[in-house]
């Protein structure tokens, strides 16, 4: 079955620090993929997208993300975490032909002053 | 900028009974879908819909559930005989024609079976 793995339901970095946040999929065709952010009580805020036009796609508050074909990963990474970036994380996956998102079981950002 | 709506924020139902979770997808979007966040776990694909016609829908999404598009402007979401494990978030969210678009989703209906 078609999956999406995030490592680490949690992860704290301090504040300035860098952050990384991991995702990998099972797929041997590159779906596409999508990183979302969701704050306490809010829906699912798209952080940006992979859509095979560049490997290294920015996306908002400074976040990006590369993807690697080899190693089926689409990690997110910030230089600097700020406080305001604690929130949930969420890597999903749409697979060829198909809209429906698979999400990965998401990762909880805390960021310490 | 332009967002899905969801209403109610949350809505609490006794068990068997019928619940209508209503959004207000992006005007100009084309596919409209639900999700489902049970506490805890991971956000999952229910339904999508497009040109008035369920285009894809997961296991979960069996008879008890439906969707429609009443007017020009609400998605709906019916479960039919509520039960405790109907308990979740709901999400809508809506994209455009293209495989590689986004979906933008609203801020979820916590759906309480009693």
């Known amino acids: 079955a078609q999956s999406v793995t995030q490592l680490g339901s949690h992860v704290s970095v301090s504040e300035g620090a860098l952050v990384l946040l991991r995702c990998n999929y099972s797929s041997s065709v590159p779906p596409y993929l999508f990183w979302y952010v969701q704050y306490p009580n809010q829906g699912l805020q798209l952080l940006l997208k992979y859509t095979s036009a560049a490997t290294l796609v920015k996306g908002i508050n400074g976040f990006e993300a590369e993807f690697k074909k080899s190693e089926t990963s689409f990690h997110l990474t910030k230089p600097s975490a700020h406080m305001s970036d604690a929130a949930e994380y969420f890597c999903?996956?749409?697979?060829?032909?198909?809209?429906?998102?698979?999400f990965g079981s998401g990762t909880r950002l805390q960021v310490q002053p | 900028e332009p967002e899905v709506t969801q209403t109610p924020s949350h809505q609490v139902t006794q068990m068997g009974q019928e619940v209508i979770l209503r959004c207000v997808p992006i005007?100009?979007?084309?596919?409209f879908y639900w999700y489902r966040q049970i506490l805890g776990q991971k956000v999952e694909f229910l339904v999508s819909?497009?040109?008035?016609?369920?285009?894809?829908k997961s296991e979960i999404f069996d008879d008890q559930f439906s969707v429609e598009r009443p007017d020009g402007s609400n998605f709906t979401l019916k479960i039919r005989s509520t039960k405790l494990e109907d308990s979740a978030m709901y999400f809508c969210?809506?994209?455009?024609?293209?495989?590689?678009?986004?979906?933008?989703f609203g801020d979820g209906t916590r759906l309480s079976i009693l």
């Open positions: 999903a996956v749409s697979y060829t032909g198909r809209r429906a998102l698979t």
């Open positions: 969210a809506s994209s455009l024609g293209q495989l590689n678009q986004p979906q933008h």
């Open positions: 819909f497009y040109n008035n016609e369920i285009s894809e």
């Open positions: 005007s100009n979007h084309l596919y």
